[in-house]
Nanobody, 123 residues
Framework: QVQVVESGGGLVQAGGSLRLSCAAS????????MGWFRQAPGSEREFVAA????????YYADSVKGRFTISRDNDKKRVYLQMNSLKPEDTAVYYC????????????????WGQGTQVTVSS
């Protein structure tokens, strides 16, 4: 049974940091690219960051570049999103997803999704 479970969300003040974690099971984690998306109330789900299966390349949305870092541990079947210098506009539900291929920037390329974790940044 495939499972993708996010954790680490919470309430933080602007300028603060959070580290999201995503635990995956039930599929061959090491051959899937992994991504993070987010969705704010009233908005569409948007791409945040992605990392290739080997971990060798990372991709970021312009809005988070330089503040967020995606990483993965294939032995532990986990992917992480370190979020620094958080802003109120980063407030959203953050989703972890697994992609067998295709464009990392588009949600349609992802096959498995978690339920999301809430991140709230207060001003």
């Amino acid at each position: 049974q495939v499972q993708v479970v996010e954790s680490g969300g919470g309430l933080v003040q602007a300028g603060g940091s959070l580290r999201l974690s995503c635990a995956a099971s039930g599929f061959t984690f090491s051959i899937y690219a992994m991504g993070w998306f987010r969705q704010a109330p009233g908005s569409e789900r948007e791409f945040v960051a992605a990392i290739t299966a080997s971990g060798g390349r990372q991709y970021y949305a312009d809005s988070v570049k330089g503040r967020f870092t995606i990483s993965r541990d294939n032995d532990k079947k986990r992917v992480y999103l370190q979020m620094n210098s958080l802003k109120p506009e980063d407030t959203a539900v953050y989703y972890c997803a697994a992609s067998p291929g295709g464009s990392y920037y588009y949600a349609d390329s992802y096959k498995y999704w978690g339920q999301g974790t809430q991140v709230t940044v207060s001003s």
